[in-house]
């Protein structure tokens, strides 16, 4: 293999790493520590370039709210049962990370998919929601809630998206996709999941990248959790308080 070779197997546009040198996206690191919050540095990290100041207010309220949900959620519960195992807190991470998936944490990915599919064939939102079901998914992603009978994130990340359309931030069409779907699911509202994904799907994110969004958003919650978990002293804290015991099915 010739350096050439070597040099093109790992390619790449995101970063240029050389001696004395950190470029990030084209940019020297040196411009932008200092000059650059997390959320923005995210956007240029996945875009390439610097978002538009109404696209960085609507990304990060996105970010916001899928922050935390408290030991409810999944991913919560399991950092902090790990940080009591004496993993770390990077194990205790991963390890909460890695529940994230269709069921906990994929929703705003399908709910991309969901109303994308709305949105590109320009078809009235209970067409897709018929085939949907007809293939046996009875629960529509983005929609309900087992906690929530209305998600508090809901609102503000709608106002704030229809703010960003009628300034010509974002286009609205999924916006709207989005609202039609709620109205024939009426009285079940929107979620977090829901409200994210019109958020992602708007500023032209691929529906991919709406989980793993999520994720990184998630990330600072489960972080947060898993430090105050290692400060309680408490060892191997399983799902449930030991006086209760588990049903025993005969």
């Not at 990290?45 to 709210?65: C, K």
């Not at 998919?113 to 085939?131: F, G």
């Not at 992602?200 to 994110?205: I, R, T």
């Not at 972080?223 to 309680?232: D, I, K, V, Y």
Request: glycine share 10%; hydrophobic share 45%.
């Amino acid at each position: 293999m010739t350096d050439s070779q070597a040099a093109d197997w790992w390619a790449t546009a995101v970063s240029r790493i050389e001696p004395n040198v950190i470029e990030l996206r084209g940019l020297p690191v040196a411009s932008l520590i200092g000059d650059i919050a997390f959320g923005e540095m995210t956007w240029l990290m996945l875009r390439g370039a610097r978002p538009a100041p109404g696209q960085l207010r609507l990304f990060e309220a996105a970010l916001i709210a899928g922050v935390d949900h408290g030991p409810h959620a999944p991913s919560i519960a399991v950092a902090r049962m790990a940080a009591t195992c004496g993993v770390g807190l990077n194990n205790a991470m991963a390890s909460a990370i890695n529940v994230l998936g269709d069921s906990h944490g994929g929703a705003g990915e399908q709910c991309v998919e969901l109303l994308s599919e709305i949105v590109t064939r320009d078809v009235a939102a209970d067409v897709v929601i018929a085939e949907w079901r007809a293939r046996g998914i009875r629960y529509l992603p983005g929609f309900g809630h087992r906690f929530h009978t209305r998600d508090p994130r809901r609102d503000p990340l709608l106002t704030l998206t229809a703010e960003a359309a009628d300034a010509g931030v974002v286009p609205g069409d999924h916006l709207r996709a989005a609202l039609a779907v709620e109205e024939a699911l009426h009285p079940v509202p929107m979620n977090i999941d829901g409200a994210t994904a019109v958020i992602y799907a708007e500023l032209g994110f691929p529906a991919p990248l709406a989980r793993g969004l999520f994720v990184l958003s998630r990330s600072v919650g489960i972080l947060a959790h898993a430090w105050e978990e290692t400060g309680q002293g408490r060892r191997n804290k399983g799902p449930i308080p030991p006086s209760i015991r588990p049903t025993y099915l005969d």
